[in-house]
T-cell receptor, first 117, second 112 residues
Framework: GAVVSQHPSRVICKSGTSVKIECRSL??????MFWYRQFPKKSLMLMAT?????????EQGVEKDKFLINHASLTLSTLTVTSAHPEDSSFYIC?????????????FGDGTRLSIL | QQQVKQSPQSLIVQKGGISIINCAYE??????FPWYQQFPGKGPALLIA?????SEKKEGRFTISFNKSAKQFSLHIMDSQPGDSATYFC???????????FGAGTRLFVKA
């Protein structure tokens, strides 16, 4: 069964709205969570890496004030797209990782399809 | 140095045939190599993974072959089925630096 739950699976909203996406690890503690953006027929583009209790590390070109990430606990991270515009429409995917010593890979959520009208 | 090159971009295979997808990396700091399968509208799901101290790993119809000296690894899908039609991503992980680099993906279509 799913080990990472991502919610909501789809959001359609008006331009200017802020949207929050949740990512939960269900049966393990995720010391690190990743947020990706995926364009149609393209690979995953890493947006940011967050460690529990720390500020997220954003990849070059990703606006941290636009994409707010909170990793408040070892099982929950949130991505808030602030004042979303049509160009923010995309497929956003989170993943959770128990860390290098765990000998476990990243586990991905099922993604959130964000459509800004 | 951080790139992972994946080929082919797309692949069409007859049912029952062998699907082969190749990846190459440059950075020797990578120490874990997973393959992910992604269906439309879903997140990637781990298929099979290998560490560089092993040259081959098999799980059911899926096999990873790993060539450490050439810095290449490949996924073989034996007896390919229409249900295997999906996009496959290779990845290279630096577990110490928390970095995962994904290949560009291969869209596999298995004809019935």
């Amino acid at each position: 069964g799913a080990v990472v739950s991502q919610h909501p699976s789809r959001v359609i909203c008006k331009s200017g709205t802020s949207v929050k996406i949740e990512c939960r690890s269900l049966d393990f503690q995720a010391t690190t969570m990743f947020w990706y953006r995926q364009f149609p027929k393209k690979s995953l583009m890493l947006m940011a890496t967050s460690n529990e209790g720390s500020k997220a590390t954003y990849e070059q070109g990703v606006e941290k004030d636009k994409f707010l990430i909170n990793h408040a606990s070892l099982t929950l991270s949130t991505l808030t797209v602030t004042s979303a515009h049509p160009e923010d429409s995309s497929f956003y995917i989170c993943s959770a990782w128990a860390g290098g010593l765990s000998n476990q890979p990243q586990h991905f959520g099922d993604g959130t399809r964000l459509s800004i009208l | 140095q951080q790139q992972v090159k994946q080929s082919p971009q797309s692949l069409i295979v007859q049912k029952g045939g062998i699907s082969i997808i190749n990846c190459a990396y440059e950075n020797t700091a990578f120490d874990y190599f997973p393959w992910y399968q992604q269906f439309p509208g879903k997140g990637p799901a781990l298929l099979i993974a290998i560490r560089p101290d092993v040259s081959e790993k098999k799980e059911g119809r899926f096999t990873i072959s790993f060539n450490k000296s050439a810095k290449q690894f490949s996924l073989h899908i034996m007896d390919s089925q229409p249900g295997d039609s999906a996009t496959y991503f290779c990845a290279a992980v630096n577990t110490g630096g928390f970095k995962t680099i994904f290949g560009a993906g291969t869209r596999l279509f298995v004809k019935a």
